[in-house]
Protein backbone atom coordinates (compact mmCIF):
# COMPACT_ATOMS: atom_id res chain seq x y z
CA UNK A 1 0.00 0.00 0.00
CA UNK A 2 1.18 3.71 -0.82
CA UNK A 3 0.48 5.49 2.89
CA UNK A 4 0.69 9.33 2.97
CA UNK A 5 1.61 9.90 6.97
CA UNK A 6 0.61 12.84 8.44
CA UNK A 7 2.18 14.14 11.70
CA UNK A 8 6.14 13.44 12.50
CA UNK A 9 5.94 12.86 16.16
CA UNK A 10 7.15 9.55 17.75
CA UNK A 11 4.28 7.68 16.02
CA UNK A 12 4.37 9.37 12.99
CA UNK A 13 8.02 8.98 12.23
CA UNK A 14 7.91 5.53 13.72
CA UNK A 15 5.21 4.57 10.65
CA UNK A 16 7.74 6.71 8.06
CA UNK A 17 10.67 4.06 9.67
CA UNK A 18 8.56 0.98 9.90
CA UNK A 19 6.50 0.86 6.54
CA UNK A 20 8.76 -0.88 4.57
CA UNK A 21 9.51 -3.76 6.96
CA UNK A 22 5.42 -4.47 6.71
CA UNK A 23 5.67 -3.52 2.64
CA UNK A 24 4.36 -0.35 2.23
CA UNK A 25 5.99 2.53 0.54
CA UNK A 26 5.38 6.15 2.58
CA UNK A 27 5.11 8.53 -0.21
CA UNK A 28 3.89 11.25 1.47
CA UNK A 29 4.90 13.10 5.05
CA UNK A 30 3.59 16.00 6.25
CA UNK A 31 3.69 17.96 9.81
CA UNK A 32 2.10 21.06 10.70
CA UNK A 33 3.87 23.54 8.40
CA UNK A 34 5.40 21.25 5.41
CA UNK A 35 5.76 18.43 3.07
CA UNK A 36 7.85 16.04 1.43
CA UNK A 37 6.18 14.05 -1.45
CA UNK A 38 8.12 11.22 -3.76
CA UNK A 39 5.61 9.09 -5.69
CA UNK A 40 8.41 6.33 -5.99
CA UNK A 41 8.67 5.90 -2.17
CA UNK A 42 10.54 8.56 0.35
CA UNK A 43 13.75 7.87 1.98
CA UNK A 44 12.65 7.46 6.27
CA UNK A 45 16.55 8.73 6.84
CA UNK A 46 16.51 11.88 4.60
CA UNK A 47 13.11 13.13 6.14
CA UNK A 48 13.62 12.05 10.03
CA UNK A 49 17.14 13.90 9.54
CA UNK A 50 15.67 17.05 8.10
CA UNK A 51 12.85 17.08 10.60
CA UNK A 52 15.72 16.33 13.39
CA UNK A 53 18.24 19.33 11.77
CA UNK A 54 16.21 22.03 10.39
CA UNK A 55 12.22 21.25 12.06
CA UNK A 56 10.44 20.16 8.91
CA UNK A 57 9.77 17.26 6.92
CA UNK A 58 10.84 18.86 3.26
CA UNK A 59 10.11 21.90 0.76
CA UNK A 60 6.13 21.04 0.16
CA UNK A 61 3.09 22.27 1.79
CA UNK A 62 0.62 20.08 3.90
CA UNK A 63 -2.00 20.31 1.02
CA UNK A 64 0.58 18.74 -1.09
CA UNK A 65 0.59 15.42 1.18
CA UNK A 66 -3.00 15.80 1.40
CA UNK A 67 -3.61 16.09 -2.74
CA UNK A 68 -0.48 13.08 -3.58
CA UNK A 69 -0.88 9.52 -4.87
CA UNK A 70 -1.81 7.24 -1.67
CA UNK A 71 -4.13 4.42 -0.95
CA UNK A 72 -4.13 4.85 3.05
CA UNK A 73 -3.89 8.36 4.63
CA UNK A 74 -2.29 8.00 8.91
CA UNK A 75 -3.82 10.65 10.51
CA UNK A 76 -1.33 10.93 13.44
CA UNK A 77 -1.37 14.35 14.07
CA UNK A 78 -1.81 15.41 18.15
CA UNK A 79 -4.91 14.81 19.63
CA UNK A 80 -7.06 17.84 19.58
CA UNK A 81 -10.72 17.81 21.60
CA UNK A 82 -14.12 19.49 20.53
CA UNK A 83 -13.77 19.85 16.07
CA UNK A 84 -10.69 17.31 16.50
CA UNK A 85 -8.93 20.05 13.44
CA UNK A 86 -7.10 19.78 11.56
CA UNK A 87 -7.22 16.04 11.88
CA UNK A 88 -10.40 15.57 10.97
CA UNK A 89 -9.85 17.73 7.61
CA UNK A 90 -7.30 15.74 7.11
CA UNK A 91 -9.50 12.35 7.23
CA UNK A 92 -12.61 14.25 5.17
CA UNK A 93 -10.51 14.99 2.64
CA UNK A 94 -9.10 11.39 1.92
CA UNK A 95 -12.53 10.03 2.57
CA UNK A 96 -13.32 12.10 -0.30
CA UNK A 97 -10.60 10.83 -2.47
CA UNK A 98 -11.96 7.66 -1.59
CA UNK A 99 -9.29 6.66 -0.07
CA UNK A 100 -8.53 4.52 3.27
CA UNK A 101 -8.02 6.36 6.87
CA UNK A 102 -5.99 4.99 9.85
CA UNK A 103 -6.24 6.91 13.12
CA UNK A 104 -3.25 7.08 15.88
CA UNK A 105 -5.02 10.61 16.52
CA UNK A 106 -8.26 10.16 18.90
CA UNK A 107 -9.63 13.15 18.45
CA UNK A 108 -11.81 12.70 15.20
CA UNK A 109 -12.77 9.21 16.59
CA UNK A 110 -13.94 10.51 20.44
CA UNK A 111 -15.41 13.86 19.67
CA UNK A 112 -17.11 12.99 15.99
CA UNK A 113 -17.67 9.79 15.76
CA UNK A 114 -21.14 10.27 13.63
CA UNK A 115 -19.47 12.90 11.28
CA UNK A 116 -16.78 10.56 11.13
CA UNK A 117 -18.93 7.21 10.13
CA UNK A 118 -21.22 9.47 7.73
CA UNK A 119 -17.98 10.10 5.56
CA UNK A 120 -16.94 6.67 5.96
CA UNK A 121 -20.36 5.97 4.40
CA UNK A 122 -20.22 8.33 1.46
CA UNK A 123 -16.99 6.85 0.03
CA UNK A 124 -15.54 4.11 -1.07
CA UNK A 125 -12.43 4.28 1.66
CA UNK A 126 -12.80 2.72 4.93
CA UNK A 127 -11.62 3.72 8.29
CA UNK A 128 -9.52 1.98 11.10
CA UNK A 129 -8.60 3.14 14.28
CA UNK A 130 -6.91 0.44 16.03
CA UNK A 131 -3.78 2.30 17.20
CA UNK A 132 -6.09 5.09 19.32
CA UNK A 133 -6.77 2.47 22.16
CA UNK A 134 -4.19 1.51 24.42
CA UNK A 135 -0.97 1.56 21.92
CA UNK A 136 0.13 -2.27 20.72
CA UNK A 137 -2.74 -4.14 22.59
CA UNK A 138 -5.26 -5.45 20.06
CA UNK A 139 -8.40 -4.07 21.69
CA UNK A 140 -11.12 -2.88 18.98
CA UNK A 141 -9.40 -5.64 16.42
CA UNK A 142 -10.39 -8.30 19.44
CA UNK A 143 -13.83 -7.06 19.87
CA UNK A 144 -14.52 -6.74 16.40
CA UNK A 145 -13.31 -10.43 16.34
CA UNK A 146 -15.88 -11.47 19.18
CA UNK A 147 -18.52 -8.82 17.87
CA UNK A 148 -19.46 -5.70 19.91
CA UNK A 149 -22.24 -6.70 21.19
CA UNK A 150 -20.76 -10.17 22.58
CA UNK A 151 -18.80 -8.01 24.92
CA UNK A 152 -20.38 -6.30 27.85
CA UNK A 153 -18.14 -4.06 29.44
CA UNK A 154 -14.31 -3.09 29.13
CA UNK A 155 -12.01 -1.68 31.86
CA UNK A 156 -8.56 -1.55 32.49
CA UNK A 157 -5.35 0.49 32.80
CA UNK A 158 -5.49 2.87 29.60
CA UNK A 159 -2.61 5.41 30.26
CA UNK A 160 0.56 4.53 30.71
CA UNK A 161 1.88 7.68 32.33
CA UNK A 162 -0.52 7.72 34.70
CA UNK A 163 0.41 4.18 35.73
CA UNK A 164 4.12 4.74 35.69
CA UNK A 165 3.36 7.52 38.47
CA UNK A 166 0.68 5.46 40.74
CA UNK A 167 3.29 2.47 40.80
CA UNK A 168 6.25 4.74 41.29
CA UNK A 169 4.15 6.24 44.30
CA UNK A 170 3.29 3.08 45.88
CA UNK A 171 7.18 1.18 45.29
CA UNK A 172 8.89 3.71 46.77
CA UNK A 173 6.53 5.79 48.76
CA UNK A 174 7.53 8.92 46.44
CA UNK A 175 5.14 11.45 45.90
CA UNK A 176 3.19 12.83 43.02
CA UNK A 177 5.35 15.57 42.45
CA UNK A 178 8.53 13.95 42.66
CA UNK A 179 7.57 11.13 40.62
CA UNK A 180 6.11 13.26 37.83
CA UNK A 181 9.38 15.10 37.34
CA UNK A 182 10.99 11.40 36.92
CA UNK A 183 8.64 10.56 34.39
CA UNK A 184 9.47 13.93 32.22
CA UNK A 185 13.02 13.55 32.72
CA UNK A 186 12.61 9.82 31.28
CA UNK A 187 10.84 11.05 28.47
CA UNK A 188 7.70 8.90 29.72
CA UNK A 189 5.21 11.61 30.40
CA UNK A 190 4.47 14.25 27.81
CA UNK A 191 6.09 17.68 27.60
CA UNK A 192 2.81 18.88 28.68
CA UNK A 193 1.36 15.54 30.79
CA UNK A 194 -2.22 17.33 31.70
CA UNK A 195 -4.17 14.91 29.44
CA UNK A 196 -2.36 11.62 30.48
CA UNK A 197 -2.61 12.70 34.91
CA UNK A 198 -6.20 14.53 34.65
CA UNK A 199 -7.55 11.49 32.98
CA UNK A 200 -8.83 12.72 29.70
CA UNK A 201 -6.43 10.50 27.23
CA UNK A 202 -7.92 7.38 28.94
CA UNK A 203 -11.36 8.76 29.07
CA UNK A 204 -10.99 9.49 25.59
CA UNK A 205 -10.21 5.66 24.67
CA UNK A 206 -13.01 5.21 26.61
CA UNK A 207 -14.59 6.96 24.66
CA UNK A 208 -14.04 5.49 21.55
CA UNK A 209 -14.73 2.12 22.68
CA UNK A 210 -18.01 3.17 24.20
CA UNK A 211 -18.46 4.32 20.22
CA UNK A 212 -17.94 0.79 18.93
CA UNK A 213 -19.57 -1.21 21.70
CA UNK A 214 -22.55 0.69 21.68
CA UNK A 215 -22.68 2.05 18.01
CA UNK A 216 -23.93 5.19 18.99
CA UNK A 217 -21.81 8.65 19.17
CA UNK A 218 -20.51 9.33 22.38
CA UNK A 219 -17.61 12.20 23.51
CA UNK A 220 -15.54 13.47 26.20
CA UNK A 221 -18.48 15.56 27.53
CA UNK A 222 -20.38 12.22 28.13
CA UNK A 223 -17.72 10.38 30.40
CA UNK A 224 -17.26 10.58 34.25
CA UNK A 225 -13.67 11.71 34.32
CA UNK A 226 -11.54 12.28 37.43
CA UNK A 227 -7.48 12.17 37.50
CA UNK A 228 -4.61 11.28 39.36
CA UNK A 229 -3.70 14.77 39.86
CA UNK A 230 -4.52 15.08 43.60
CA UNK A 231 -3.80 11.55 44.74
CA UNK A 232 -2.05 12.56 48.09
CA UNK A 233 0.84 9.74 48.55
CA UNK A 234 -0.80 8.88 51.98
CA UNK A 235 -3.62 7.60 50.40
CA UNK A 236 -1.11 5.21 48.52
CA UNK A 237 0.07 3.77 51.69
CA UNK A 238 -3.11 3.22 53.91
CA UNK A 239 -4.26 1.05 50.54
CA UNK A 240 -0.52 -0.89 51.00
CA UNK A 241 -1.68 -1.94 54.74
CA UNK A 242 -4.71 -3.67 53.06
CA UNK A 243 -3.04 -5.42 50.18
CA UNK A 244 -4.75 -3.10 47.55
CA UNK A 245 -3.12 -0.41 45.47
CA UNK A 246 -4.56 2.62 43.35
CA UNK A 247 -4.55 2.49 39.60
CA UNK A 248 -6.67 5.12 37.74
CA UNK A 249 -9.33 2.64 35.41
CA UNK A 250 -11.32 3.22 32.36
CA UNK A 251 -14.84 1.56 32.37
CA UNK A 252 -17.54 1.29 30.05
CA UNK A 253 -20.44 -0.54 31.17
CA UNK A 254 -24.02 -0.24 30.88
CA UNK A 255 -23.69 2.34 28.70
CA UNK A 256 -21.60 4.58 31.16
CA UNK A 257 -18.05 6.32 30.44
CA UNK A 258 -15.95 6.13 34.10
CA UNK A 259 -12.74 7.09 34.54
CA UNK A 260 -10.99 7.63 37.84
CA UNK A 261 -8.49 6.17 40.42
CA UNK A 262 -9.92 3.03 42.25
CA UNK A 263 -8.57 0.49 44.87
CA UNK A 264 -7.30 -2.76 42.90
CA UNK A 265 -5.99 -5.70 44.92
CA UNK A 266 -1.92 -5.16 45.31
CA UNK A 267 -1.11 -8.48 43.47
CA UNK A 268 -4.58 -8.33 41.44
CA UNK A 269 -4.47 -8.48 37.09
CA UNK A 270 -5.67 -4.44 36.93
CA UNK A 271 -2.08 -3.58 39.41
CA UNK A 272 -0.17 -4.03 35.82
CA UNK A 273 3.16 -1.96 36.80
CA UNK A 274 5.24 1.31 34.85
CA UNK A 275 3.77 2.04 31.27
CA UNK A 276 1.72 -1.02 31.17
CA UNK A 277 -1.42 -0.95 30.03
CA UNK A 278 -4.15 -3.89 30.38
CA UNK A 279 -7.30 -4.08 28.84
CA UNK A 280 -10.36 -6.30 30.62
CA UNK A 281 -12.82 -7.49 28.55
CA UNK A 282 -16.52 -9.11 29.61
CA UNK A 283 -17.89 -11.29 26.85
CA UNK A 284 -21.38 -12.81 27.14
CA UNK A 285 -20.47 -16.51 26.86
CA UNK A 286 -16.11 -16.53 27.31
CA UNK A 287 -16.01 -14.96 30.35
CA UNK A 288 -13.02 -12.39 31.21
CA UNK A 289 -10.53 -11.73 28.66
CA UNK A 290 -6.97 -9.96 29.57
CA UNK A 291 -4.97 -8.55 27.10
CA UNK A 292 -1.71 -6.34 28.81
CA UNK A 293 0.84 -4.75 27.09
CA UNK A 294 2.60 -1.60 25.68
CA UNK A 295 -0.02 1.30 25.99
CA UNK A 296 1.91 4.05 23.91
CA UNK A 297 5.43 4.59 22.46
CA UNK A 298 6.30 5.45 18.79
CA UNK A 299 7.07 1.76 17.08
CA UNK A 300 4.50 0.08 19.65
CA UNK A 301 1.62 2.04 18.32
CA UNK A 302 2.87 2.62 14.87
CA UNK A 303 2.57 -1.42 14.90
CA UNK A 304 -0.87 -0.96 15.78
CA UNK A 305 -1.19 1.66 12.55
CA UNK A 306 0.56 -0.69 10.02
CA UNK A 307 -1.38 -3.97 11.95
CA UNK A 308 -4.32 -1.11 10.20
CA UNK A 309 -2.78 -0.88 6.66
CA UNK A 310 -2.73 -4.81 6.68
CA UNK A 311 -6.65 -5.32 7.27
CA UNK A 312 -6.85 -2.75 4.69
CA UNK A 313 -4.67 -4.37 2.12
CA UNK A 314 -6.09 -8.34 2.66
CA UNK A 315 -9.89 -6.93 2.18
N1 LIG B 1 0.34 9.44 26.65
C1 LIG B 1 -0.39 8.19 26.56
C2 LIG B 1 0.01 7.28 27.71
C3 LIG B 1 -0.18 7.48 25.26
O1 LIG B 1 0.83 7.67 28.56
O2 LIG B 1 -0.52 6.18 27.80
C4 LIG B 1 -1.03 8.03 24.15
O3 LIG B 1 -2.39 7.84 24.39
Not at 49 to 55: F, L, S, V, W, Y
Not at 239 to 263: C, F, K, S
Request: proline residues 3%; contains cysteine.
Amino acid sequence: MKLAVFGAGAVGTSVLELAGDYGHDVVAVADSASAAVDADGLDPEVVTRRKHDEGQVGDGEPADALAADYDVLVEATPTTLGDAEPGFSHVGTALERDRHVVLANKGPVAERYGDLRAAEQASAGSVLFEATVAGAIPTLSTIGDLGADRVTAVRGVLNGTANFILSRMAAEGLDYEHVLAEAQDLGVAEADPTFDVEGTDAALKCVILANVLYDREYTLADAEVSGIADLPGSALKLAAEDGRTVRLIGEVADGTVRVGPRLVPENGTLAVTGTRNIVQLETEHAGRLNISGRGAGGPETASAVLADVGRLSRR
